[in-house]
């Protein structure tokens, strides 16, 4: 008995027949983000029913290479939010910035770009720009680079060949 570790979870992983069987094809697959993939393992690794293995916490770390606060994580996971919630990537709003230039916003950019520049200048550059929209009230506000990034992405740009 002294090799095995006693503990009494809070959490505890016993899947259906169904669910070792989605979790098998999910890692089978291979077209998941590693971290998915991982969990996935925990799950199977976790898992106490008959058809499951039932390793500690610490025997599922060291053998996936991860922490073993990621495995207890993935176990609370599965047992308040359900299976499906575990190999799901959840959104999190405030990680992606809201986009300064909207459909309406970015054609006027470029209908801007692409007309004549300024008195004085040969062409238009990302700070006259940046000033422009700003002072057109396209948008409120908006760095130089944020403008770079809008043209580059519609081939605005007055070398490329792909030119509308």
């Given at each position: 008995m002294a090799g095995k570790e006693i503990a009494v979870k809070k959490y505890v992983v016993r899947l259906s027949a169904d669910e070792r069987e989605k979790l098998t094809r999910f890692i089978g697959s291979g077209k998941r983000s590693a971290q998915l993939l991982t969990k996935a393992r925990i799950l199977l690794k976790a898992d106490v029913s008959g058809a499951g293995e039932g390793w500690s916490d610490s025997k599922i770390a060291e053998a996936l290479d991860t922490s073993v606060a990621n495995v207890e994580r993935t176990r609370r996971q599965l047992v308040e939010e359900g299976f499906?919630?575990?190999?799901?990537?959840?959104?999190?709003?405030?990680?992606?910035?809201?986009?300064?230039?909207?459909?309406?916003?970015?054609?006027?950019?470029?209908?801007?770009?692409?007309?004549?520049?300024?008195?004085?200048?040969?062409?238009?550059?990302?700070?006259?720009?940046?000033?422009?929209?700003?002072?057109?009230?396209?948008?409120?506000?908006?760095?130089?680079?944020?403008?770079?990034?809008?043209?580059?992405?519609?081939?605005?740009?007055?070398?490329?060949?792909?030119?509308?």
């Amino acid at each position: 008995m002294a090799g095995k570790e006693i503990a009494v979870k809070k959490y505890v992983v016993r899947l259906s027949a169904d669910e070792r069987e989605k979790l098998t094809r999910f890692i089978g697959s291979g077209k998941r983000s590693a971290q998915l993939l991982t969990k996935a393992r925990i799950l199977l690794k976790a898992d106490v029913s008959g058809a499951g293995e039932g390793w500690s916490d610490s025997k599922i770390a060291e053998a996936l290479d991860t922490s073993v606060a990621n495995v207890e994580r993935t176990r609370r996971q599965l047992v308040e939010e359900g299976f499906e919630a575990v190999l799901i990537r959840k959104y999190n709003p405030k990680c992606a910035r809201p986009r300064i230039f909207d459909g309406a916003a970015e054609a006027k950019l470029i209908a801007l770009a692409c007309g004549p520049a300024p008195e004085g200048y040969a062409r238009w550059t990302l700070s006259l720009l940046e000033e422009k929209v700003v002072e057109l009230k396209i948008v409120e506000k908006a760095s130089d680079n944020t403008i770079g990034r809008t043209l580059k992405k519609t081939f605005s740009n007055r070398i490329s060949n792909s030119n509308g």
